[in-house]
């Protein structure tokens, strides 16, 4: 190291960033590798120095995690850079100069071997001596890895760092922490590489804490876009292990094609693996927070975790390449903020995937402010507001498959969420707002009492803060249940209109949908009679039947015993026709759709109830209205 290297940082942090950004990281680098290893060592050293001894939230890196790269490619978007970026806008906002800095180190065999099978170690070590055809062919014979010499270098700097901050946090010489580190972890199997993914860092890590530390409970709680089907299957029969994953499964057709809701843990772990799986892309912050509030939140509560680990994937974030999802940096700070209530401060964030750069650097600079003791920065009001029917679908997929669900009579930690109003006793500097040394717990609303209902579709909007002023669901506060129900009608794109006919009592019309993307794939010709009240297939109740134009069987519906609705998820049978008024739902829509498709159908209903067939109803003229 020169003489440069040993002495204090010249030129400051901004020094730092520069050259940090100067790093040739692009697919094999401009410098030998020796002097590339030099430079990692020298700005390792020198971010050292710009570390608070005295914090409580730690950060560990290695720039030599930067050496593992895809040598057959400069476009693959796990790339070194990822590690690079963040610590940059680390130094960039000052955060960094109050992050104390824990010294990485590699995880060796036998902590490996925890989760991890002999023949998979010893696969990793012979990278270092293969050649450049023998490592192309060993990452083509894997699903969506490459290899370089380095990796296992990297690799065993990843999960040794994360195991680090580990011991740091259960040894209460820090209270929380963040693990910079690369490659990811969450889908690499026990005996096998996959998904970008060479070690199980923090499967890796949660066997430390408990067979070193005797932790009893361990929180996982993974918002990486990917679904972590390495962590799940590593623990889905142990109850020390709560694994909760947000992703999209898009009916089993997204990477890696895991992560079932009803997949909820097997033996004694059975109810400890909870999987909040989207089918459609563009999720943001309002759906998000919503899984937050609605499962993700009652569960960890009632569960008491004694560590959380934060399997932190921003490839779930805003202009992500492979996400195509909306989370905003904002969002992860108050996911980062909530988790924090549940485990008395104690969570640790392990980096996942992110594959746009600022997004991932954001992503990390929120919640290391969060970590630090720092309020969020506000969301927009737009971005609270979850997908038409996003809390109904949640919640009815996953209450079934975990049984803690049934229970609703789950309450909100205290100090679980702020209120808008408490932030005028807080002091804002630069781009991140930091909390006042002078400001006490007042500053922070203790809602003691606050239910959260499962089956209300809009009962916690208004609770997805912080959002600047009073915005959609913020203005909905002061309404009544029904009134509110009305206005979030009002607004959804499924309903063109709604007519108040008469004052006493109020009467709704709401125009159905004159087609939808789901008719030519779940609507069958109906056979040659509908019966007028059937039974539920299920149950026998014939309160209220609605019949599937899939498979024509009756169901009972939504508020009798739902099982219409849970037909429709498991056999993926969304179109219903009630036999009370003829109306046709679509699951998949989430809204009533009325197209000539449909005639049939409601014609022999129609039959069944009043002996004749229904009057055909001209769609153009409700298209004209």
């Known amino acids: ?56 939230t730690v950060v560990v890196y290695d720039l030599d995690m930067a050496l593992h790269k895809n040598i057959f490619s400069r476009m693959h978007p796990e790339r070194p850079e990822r590690i690079v970026q963040p610590l940059r806008l680390l130094v960039e906002s000052r955060l960094m100069s109050r992050l104390r800095t824990v010294t990485s180190r590699e995880v060796t065999r036998d902590e490996a071997l925890t989760v991890h099978t002999p023949e998979h170690w010893n696969f990793l070590e012979m990278l270092k001596g293969m050649t450049n055809r023998d490592l192309y062919k060993e990452g083509e014979e894997l699903d969506s890895v490459y290899l370089s010499n380095d990796s296992f270098r990297s690799a065993k700097l990843a999960a ?109 772990g059975a109810g400890y693996n909870l999987n909040i799986a989207w089918n459609e892309s563009r999720k943001g912050d309002g759906d998000y927070l919503q899984a937050f509030y609605d499962l993700i939140l009652p569960l960890a509560s009632r569960y008491q975790p004694q560590l959380v680990f934060i399997s932190a994937g921003f490839d779930s974030g805003l202009g992500d390449p492979l996400g195509n999802c909306c989370v905003t940096s904002e969002c992860y700070g108050i996911m980062t903020q909530h988790l924090m209530s549940v485990c008395k401060g104690k969570v640790i964030l392990a980096l996942e995937g992110g594959y746009n750069l600022t997004t991932v650097s954001e992503g990390i600079k ?96 208004d609770l997805m803060f912080p959002c600047h002023g009073r915005g959609r669901g913020c203005e909905q506060a002061d309404l009544s249940f029904e009134d509110r129900v009305m206005a979030e009608m009002a607004e959804s794109s499924n309903a063109k209109e709604i007519v108040e006919v008469s004052e006493e009592p109020q009467v709704f019309a709401v125009h159905p949908k004159t087609w939808c993307e789901h008719l030519a794939e779940h609507v069958r010709p109906a056979p040659l009679e509908l019966s007028a009240n059937p039974p539920c297939t299920v149950c026998q109740d014939s309160a209220e039947s609605w019949f599937c134009l899939t498979c024509y069987q009756p169901f009972c519906s939504r508020y009798v015993k739902e099982h219409g609705l849970l037909h429709a998820l498991d ?55």
């Open 366 to 461: 929120s919640c290391c402010s969060v970590l630090l003791g720092d309020y969020p920065n506000h969301i927009d009001p737009e971005n609270c507001v979850p997908s038409p029917g996003n809390k109904k679908f949640l919640y009815y997929r996953n209450k079934r498959a975990t049984p803690a669900l049934s229970q609703t009579d789950c309450t909100a930690p205290s100090s679980l969420v702020q209120s808008p109003n408490t932030r005028q006793n807080t002091t804002f500097t630069g781009s991140s707002a930091s909390r006042d040394t002078s400001c006490d717990d007042s500053t922070v609303t203790e809602l003691e009492d606050l239910e959260l209902s499962f089956l209300d579709p809009v009962d916690n909007i």
């Open 160 to 268: 040794g760092s994360l195991l680090a901050i580990t011991e740091e946090v259960l040894t209460d010489r820090a209270m929380n922490g963040v693990a910079v580190i690369r490659p990811p972890g969450h889908h690499c199997k026990a005996e096998k590489p996959m998904g970008f993914c060479l070690l199980g860092n923090v499967p890796i890590a949660c066997k430390f804490a408990m067979e070193k530390y005797g932790v009893e409970r361990i929180l996982i709680v993974d918002w990486d876009v990917h679904h972590g089907n390495g962590t799940q299957d590593m623990f889905l029969e142990d109850r020390r292990i709560f694994y909760m994953s947000l992703h999209r499964h898009d009916h089993g057709y997204f990477y890696p094609c895991t992560g079932d809701p009803n997949v909820v843990g097997t033996g004694d």
């Open 571 to 625: 056999a993926t049978h969304l179109m219903t026709l009630s036999m009370s008024d003829l109306s046709v739902w679509c699951y998949g829509c989430d809204a009533y759709v009325h197209n000539e498709v449909l005639l049939d159908a409601k014609n022999k209903g129609h039959m069944a109830k009043f002996g004749e067939p229904a009057v055909k109803i001209e769609l153009a003229a409700i298209a004209e209205d």
């Open 1 to 56: 190291m020169d003489q440069d290297s040993k002495g204090s940082l010249q030129g400051g942090e901004d020094d730092i960033a520069d050259r940090i950004s100067k790093m040739s990281l692009h697919g094999t680098p401009k410098k030998p590798k020796s002097d590339l290893k030099r430079t990692s060592e020298d700005l390792n050293s020198k971010l050292a120095q710009y570390n608070d001894p005295n914090s409580r």
